[in-house]
């Protein structure tokens, strides 16, 4: 093999523009493609990668490998702890296995970027060639304003990305052609393979991409009236396969445009692409303002703020047990399944960085190290959307009620019972805020906090700031 093509957060064969453009070469000069994927645990675990995000990376690279080998393409593993060691790593391998072409999907944060740019620095030295294909985004290209330069609101963002979209091939590229007989099955085995819900989110490309046509069939039409509330299964929970890359978000676009036709709608009113396009929204914030990698806040100002950081408060959010049902039940949910509902995830960052008034980048770092679809821009979107320190970020007067959330978008309380159930006898109308004798019979805390006066600190912490 004379090109290589190396897969990272895009672990799939489908509408993967390195492997198809690398395979498209490779057959017009009858030479085979190889595929690499580097495994650099350490470097994870300093991202603050969860276990679960790890263990379905080690799955879906299982998978992946036996899907390539039905195609005659060899998939190679360079073990290699951290980023720093990947330029000497790669060039052996390459070097060893004559390696002439080296493709690569570019990878958006800033750490990533030095890494790749390290690699192929190296790489040149010894006259290999890199080829750099687009980043895992629907619309790939820089997404500017008239004046060039880049969208900070995401409302105009999603007009101008959507008026590019219109003018891009939005077929998704297919899967490379099979180049030889198949190879034996490979069997892999990663000592740094982690346990994780595989009963939610089995490692498999087949099935994500199954649910997403069965979504986009069944639930698609309804998401905008049913995706607040979660107790529903009303969203895609296709997040952790998007992040890791088993599926394209081309490949969604794919399916929402479909469904839209058949039903006679507009695919460019779907809800649910406006969700994917918040997902570039974030992911093109990053590369433009780099220094929101470097733990910084999108509104220096917001520098100013001191935060309480209580610890006890701390360990009680990360356990759920604060005393506020609906975010004990969110919290647990997503430390049993590595997963949180969007409006949950709002509404515990709310909780987080108002009413306990705790740093916003503590939150996200334990955010990160549980989610099993941690992905950096939208995670750090999230929670600095939530601390109204970001770009395009909440008023910071809004802050969530958190009894008032769970009132509306968990009325009959059944979501709570389902991850408090020392909860599960009372009513729906207590169970949202339970009385002390009700806490003391379910063994169940007292509030952290008090919602008023916490709610008013936050606001007048905030007002300070203003003229800075
Ligand atoms: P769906 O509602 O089906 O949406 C489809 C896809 O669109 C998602 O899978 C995701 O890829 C993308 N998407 C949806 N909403 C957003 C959004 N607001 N920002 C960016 N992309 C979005 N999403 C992550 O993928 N990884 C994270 O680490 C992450 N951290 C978050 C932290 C906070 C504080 C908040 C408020 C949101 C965070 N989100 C994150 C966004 C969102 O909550 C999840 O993408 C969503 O809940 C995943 O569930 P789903 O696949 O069912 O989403």
Redesign the pocket.
């Known amino acids: 093999i004379e090109h290589l093509v190396w897969l990272r957060n895009d672990l799939r064969c489908l509408d993967n523009p390195a492997l198809h453009s690398a395979s498209l070469e490779a057959n017009a000069l009858n030479r085979g493609i190889g595929v690499v994927v580097t495994v650099t645990p350490t470097q994870w675990s300093e991202h603050n990668e969860s276990d679960a995000k790890t263990g379905l990376r080690a799955g879906l690279i299982k998978t992946l490998a036996k899907t390539l080998a039905a195609l005659g393409i060899p998939l190679h593993i360079i073990n290699a702890e951290t980023f720093d060691a990947l330029p000497d790593a790669m060039t052996a391998f390459c070097l060893d296995h004559g390696i002439k072409h080296l493709w690569f999907n570019r990878d958006l944060p800033i750490h990533e970027q030095q890494r790749d740019h390290s690699v192929c620095e190296q790489l040149h030295k010894h006259q290999i060639k890199t080829h750099t294909l687009s980043a895992d985004l629907i619309v790939p290209q820089a997404v500017f304003s008239q004046q060039g330069t880049p969208f900070k609101v995401f409302t105009p963002f999603f007009k101008r990305w959507l008026t590019l979209l219109a003018q891009q091939d939005i077929t998704p590229l297919p899967a490379p052609e099979s180049q030889a007989d198949p190879l034996p099955e490979p069997s892999l085995n990663f000592t740094w393979e982690k346990p994780f819900r595989e009963d939610l989110w089995p490692a498999d490309h087949d099935i994500a991409k199954q649910k997403l046509w069965l ?1 986009c069939h069944h639930k698609e039409r309804h ?1 905008q009236e049913s ?1 607040d509330y979660p107790v529903q299964p009303a ?5 952790p396969y ?2 890791l890359g088993a599926l394209g978000p081309r490949q ?1 676009l794919e399916a929402i445009i479909y469904t839209c036709n058949q039903e006679e709608r507009r695919w460019q009113d779907s809800i ?1 692409l406006k ?2 396009a ?2 570039d929204f ?1 992911r093109q914030l990053m590369e433009h303002f780099p220094f929101l990698s470097m733990s910084r806040p999108f509104k220096q100002e917001t520098n100013a703020l001191l935060w309480r950081n209580n610890e006890a408060e701390f360990t009680a959010w990360c356990e759920g047990k604060t005393g506020f049902p609906i975010i004990d039940a969110a919290m647990r949910q997503l430390n049993q399944t590595g ?4 409006r949950l ?2 509404v515990t ?1 709310s909780f987080f960085t108002k009413l306990l008034f705790a740093d916003w980048r503590k939150g996200e770092a334990y ?2 190290s549980q ?1 099993i ?3 950096f ?3 750090n ?3 600095q ?2 601390a109204s320190t970001g770009c395009d970020a909440a008023p910071y007067f809004r802050v969530f009620n958190p009894t008032r959330q769970s009132q509306t978008y968990d009325k009959s309380g059944d979501f709570i019972k389902r991850f408090v159930p020392e909860l599960a006898t009372l009513d729906a109308k207590s169970i949202h805020n339970p009385s002390p004798e009700q806490r003391k019979q379910c063994g169940y805390p007292e509030p952290v906090i008090d919602y008023k006066p916490a709610r008013l600190a936050a606001i007048a912490a905030f007002d300070e700031l203003k003229g800075r």
């Open positions: 979504f998401y995706r969203t895609s929970t296709l997040s998007l992040a969604c649910w969700e994917l918040w997902r974030y997963w949180m509902h969007n995830r709002m960052a955010f990160m989610l679809d941690g992905e821009a939208a995670n979107g999230g929670w959307w939530s």
